[in-house]
């Protein structure tokens, strides 16, 4: 199971390691930062670090993740019924996309340091597990052509993989711009492409 998780409850040590990692990914390079560093800055032992995260690679996830959790933790997303959030997407990819937009920088850092590849494989863990969570088309993949969490994982790796490259080369597109990208990308590759519909059209027997 990742390390990395959306809704992860946080002890005080986590917290400001968290708190810490945040600050000097703002303030230095990544591949500059070390355990030492984060755990000197959260007033903490090394052991500590490590029995919070299981490297660095994990600890820049947890604050990648970290920084848009209070979108994923909205009290109001909780009290509608998955089946009733499409009403909602857009608002909530909109969220989302604009706090990455006002963090952008630090983002940046994450997704281009020495690590981002383990950086990302965790995000897509921790984004795959809310979406199974907390999806309104995630029921969909239930009855795909691929098993439920895999399908879940190629959706996340997807979504961060548009996330990645509308950062790194935003070309004049807005947050709203990005949240429609994004939910044009998870309404089409699941209803329309790993989703029962597709399923159904591959497994019934040629008609002709």
Same mark, same amino acid.
């Given at each position: $199971? *990742?390390?990395?998780?959306?809704?992860?409850?946080?002890?005080?040590?986590?917290?400001?390691?968290?708190?810490?990692?945040?600050?000097?990914?703002?303030? /230095?390079?990544?591949?500059?930062? =070390?355990? =030492?560093?984060?755990?000197?800055?959260?007033?903490? =032992?090394?052991?500590?670090?490590?029995?919070?995260?299981?490297? #660095?690679?994990?600890?820049?996830?947890?604050?990648?993740?970290? /920084?848009?959790?209070?979108?994923?933790?909205?009290?109001?997303?909780?009290?509608?019924?998955?089946?009733?959030?499409? *009403?909602i997407v857009d608002s909530f990819l909109r969220q989302i996309t604009l706090v990455l937009e006002h963090y952008r920088d630090f983002y940046l850092k994450i997704f281009q340091g020495p690590a981002a590849l383990r950086v990302l494989d965790e995000l897509v863990e921790g984004v795959a597990e809310h979406m199974e969570r907390e999806s309104p088309v995630m029921g969909a993949? !239930?009855?795909?052509?691929?098993?439920?969490?895999?399908?879940?994982?190629?959706?996340?790796?997807?979504?961060? &993989?548009?996330?990645?490259? &509308? #950062?790194?080369?935003?070309?004049?597109? *807005?947050?709203?711009?990005?949240?429609?990208?994004?939910? $044009?990308?998870?309404? $089409?590759?699941?209803?329309?492409? #790993?989703?029962? !519909?597709?399923?159904?059209?591959?497994?019934?027997?040629?008609?002709?």
């Amino acid at each position: $199971m *990742s390390t990395v998780t959306v809704r992860q409850g946080s002890s005080r040590s986590r917290q400001a390691l968290l708190d810490a990692t945040i600050k000097l990914i703002e303030e /230095r390079e990544v591949p500059d930062i =070390t355990v =030492t560093d984060i755990a000197a800055v959260a007033g903490v =032992t090394r052991p500590t670090f490590y029995q919070n995260f299981q490297d #660095l690679p994990t600890a820049f996830a947890a604050a990648a993740l970290h /920084r848009i959790r209070p979108v994923f933790e909205n009290p109001l997303l909780s009290m509608i019924p998955r089946e009733e959030r499409m *009403s909602i997407v857009d608002s909530f990819l909109r969220q989302i996309t604009l706090v990455l937009e006002h963090y952008r920088d630090f983002y940046l850092k994450i997704f281009q340091g020495p690590a981002a590849l383990r950086v990302l494989d965790e995000l897509v863990e921790g984004v795959a597990e809310h979406m199974e969570r907390e999806s309104p088309v995630m029921g969909a993949l !239930q009855e795909g052509p691929l098993p439920f969490h895999e399908a879940s994982h190629a959706v996340a790796a997807g979504t961060l &993989w548009i996330i990645r490259k &509308w #950062l790194e080369h935003p070309d004049g597109l *807005s947050a709203e711009d990005a949240a429609k990208q994004l939910r $044009m990308f998870n309404t $089409m590759s699941i209803c329309g492409g #790993l989703g029962s !519909q597709v399923h159904e059209q591959v497994s019934k027997p040629s008609e002709r």
